[in-house]
């Protein structure tokens, strides 16, 4: 009898202790609801709850989140604000260990000043530690006060009002001779002046000034040197003095701290070069091919180059920028320019000299078309649009992937901690907390963080996070991963107004897809709206055109159309493009004049004489011609997960 009775009081504990913790799993999420609609004493017990969670990033998430309210004024008790002070993490609790007791102006300043302008989030806690500094008595000198208030306007991208503050450190105008004190304990400080004159002077003051700090550093060091010529560089740039940004970007080069840096100078000093004579950037790659530290991160330029060699006829040339880059990691560039050599080849606009040229590095005497068609295939999967090109062209799979995996086991707490937004209803917040952890979870974890997100239709963010591990050169994607990074929502609409216009339903996902992420309610800058982004006049005479057809006035009701509506502007959408194709007789004509312009496309075509594949290269709007790859990829890999007839 005994035994029964322990057994059914541990039962009973266990059953309680689940029962709290649940309770105050949720707590959490109840208080940032709550909060979110203004009711920030409501939201106090919650987090205080949320404070005793097993779970260390609840913990601290609630902790900053009763930091912040009691900054705005809310009280806490003393047990409260002492637990909060042992949880909190990070930014908040720099900003505490700053101020406690007596202020320690060393802390101080490195809290407000030692964080890069990336990483610098809560602008709550520097007002925080401002005031405290305010109420026991410590006050800063004119420069410190314009270097926290500059370094914080620069993280908010108001680089005028930044420079205004960075002007303390002159004197009757003039800038100090060498680079001030603060500056050498805070570097960072040159990048956010550097900035600032970069956006805001027009003439050689920025440029003339970090020259002069940077002859007269007295200091040997070479990350200070990096910053001043980086910079100087960058704002000779904007100021289009070209031969004395490429001269400063060559020196910084030479004291970059880590291979991000050095790309970042080989980057200017290609993308300077790129609008050059041929040789001078064919020249200017050979020399720093070798120094690329991530080869994708020079994708871009070699693709808006490889538009101009296309544009140009330029086919020897284009071979021997493709043996400059074949063996770095710039898989988009390579897969592209393989593949556009072995399309001219085709075409027979490659002379003697450039088949002798091509043979030597594709290192084949016969079948030179093919070999370089597969030297674009075997660049990968991630340059999806030549990718699809090439597999089709050697009748090869266009998408393979391993065995699917499983983790499996228990998910972290970081993982735990994300997902709990979704369990909760809180679907809504979870993004910047998304992003703070992103780095700390591997890509199954991500995967599901993804898979929540799609679930709560949050698409774009899903797609967003699929990219930032399905992206790693390390990273071979799983058959799932494409699923969540080329999802289909709307799927009934897409498929019936495909139909209805005679498209292939991939193709409308691909448009949708690369317009807007399935953002119905999503408005361009431009004035585009809605899931295909159309423009409200072309949309008001495209619903006029279904109407007379026979189709439904969406013009009809009070407000007229309604373009974030998703039926209306799927169906306005697909019979904008079936419009189009009828008048240009091409998928991909009619895709160019979806997003640059009709009588744009009309006129460069009609100047052109190249297969309409090749065309595409020679487009000189980026936007327009990376727009038809993007659809064409996006739609070839819809097909190809959930269309394909076996």
Same mark, same amino acid.
């Given at each position: ?214 002859? %007269? ?57 790129? %609008? ?195 992206? %790693? ?174």
């Amino acid at each position: 009898m005994k035994n029964r009775f322990f057994l059914f009081l541990f039962l009973f504990i266990l059953l309680f202790s689940s029962c709290a913790q649940t309770h105050i799993g949720t707590s959490f999420y109840r208080g940032l609801l709550i909060r979110a609609e203004n009711q920030d004493a409501d939201a106090v017990s919650h987090f205080e709850d949320a404070l005793s969670s097993s779970n260390v990033y609840v913990r601290q998430a609630a902790a900053e989140e009763l930091a912040r309210l009691m900054v705005g004024g809310t009280e806490l008790s003393a047990k409260t604000a002492k637990r909060v002070r042992r949880e909190i993490s990070g930014y908040w609790a720099a900003a505490f260990d700053a101020v406690e007791n007596t202020p320690d102006r060393k802390k101080v300043l490195s809290f407000l000043l030692g964080f890069e302008q990336e990483t610098v989030s809560s602008d709550e806690a520097r007002l925080f530690v401002l005031r405290e500094c305010g109420r026991k008595g410590v006050s800063f000198t004119a420069g410190e006060y314009g270097a926290i208030e500059g370094h914080y306007a620069i993280s908010s991208y108001k680089y005028a009002e930044a420079l205004n503050f960075f002007r303390a450190f002159q004197e009757d105008d003039e800038w100090p001779f060498s680079l001030p004190e603060i500056f050498l304990e805070y570097p960072n400080l040159i990048n956010d002046l550097g900035r600032a004159l970069q956006f805001t002077v027009t003439g050689d003051e920025g440029l003339e000034l970090f020259l002069r700090w940077d002859r %007269n550093l007295e200091a040997d060091s070479s990350d200070l040197r990096y910053r001043l010529l980086f910079y100087a560089a960058r704002i000779a740039r904007r100021r289009g003095n070209d031969e004395r940004a490429l001269s400063l970007f060559e020196q910084a080069r030479l004291f970059a701290p880590d291979g991000e840096q050095s790309d970042a100078c080989i980057w200017y000093i290609l993308d300077i070069s790129a %609008n050059k004579a041929f040789d001078v950037f064919i020249s200017r790659l050979e020399q720093y091919v070798p120094y690329f530290y991530a080869g994708s991160f020079f994708d871009d330029i070699l693709e808006r180059f490889l538009q101009r060699l296309v544009s140009e006829r330029e086919w020897e040339r284009t071979i021997n920028v493709f043996s400059l880059i074949k063996n770095c990691t710039a898989a988009e560039a390579i897969a592209g320019y393989a593949w556009i050599i072995a399309r001219v080849i085709e075409e027979g606009y490659v002379d003697e000299n450039g088949i002798l040229l091509a043979m030597r590095e594709a290192n084949v005497a016969e079948g030179l078309s093919t070999a370089f068609k597969q030297i674009s295939y075997d660049a990968g999967i991630r340059p999806l649009y030549y990718r699809r090109l090439s597999a089709s062209a050697l009748e090869q799979p266009f998408l393979v992937f391993p065995g699917e995996t499983s983790s499996g086991g228990k998910p972290s707490p970081a993982l735990e901690f994300l997902l709990g937004f979704f369990k909760n209803d809180a679907a809504s917040l979870s993004e910047k907390y998304i992003a703070a952890l992103e780095d700390e979870l591997s890509p199954d974890e991500l995967r599901e963080v993804a898979q929540a997100l799609a679930q709560a239709d949050m698409y774009a963010q899903s797609i967003w996070l699929v990219a930032h591990y399905i992206n %790693n050169e390390d990273y071979t994607p799983l058959g799932i991963d494409m699923e969540l990074w080329f999802p289909r929502p709307f799927k009934e609409l897409v498929e019936k107004y495909a139909e209805e216009t005679g498209f292939a339903p991939a193709l409308l996902f691909g448009l949708i897809r690369t317009e807007s992420a399935f953002q119905s309610g999503v408005v361009s800058r431009a004035g585009a709206v809605g899931l295909t982004q159309l423009m409200p006049d072309t949309a008001q005479e495209m619903a006029e055109r279904i109407r007379r057809a026979g189709g439904p006035d969406y013009a009809a009701g009070e407000d007229g159309l309604d373009l974030s509506d998703p039926e209306q502007n799927i169906h306005i959408g697909a019979y904008y493009l079936n419009y189009l194709n009828a008048r240009f007789e091409d998928l991909m004509l009619s895709l160019l004049a979806y997003n640059g312009g009709m009588n744009r496309i009309r006129r460069l075509r009609s100047a052109s004489t190249m297969p309409v594949d090749l065309f595409l290269e020679t487009i000189s709007i980026n936007e327009t011609r990376n727009y038809g790859k993007r659809v064409m990829a996006a739609a070839a890999v819809y097909e190809e997960l959930y269309y394909r007839q076996d």
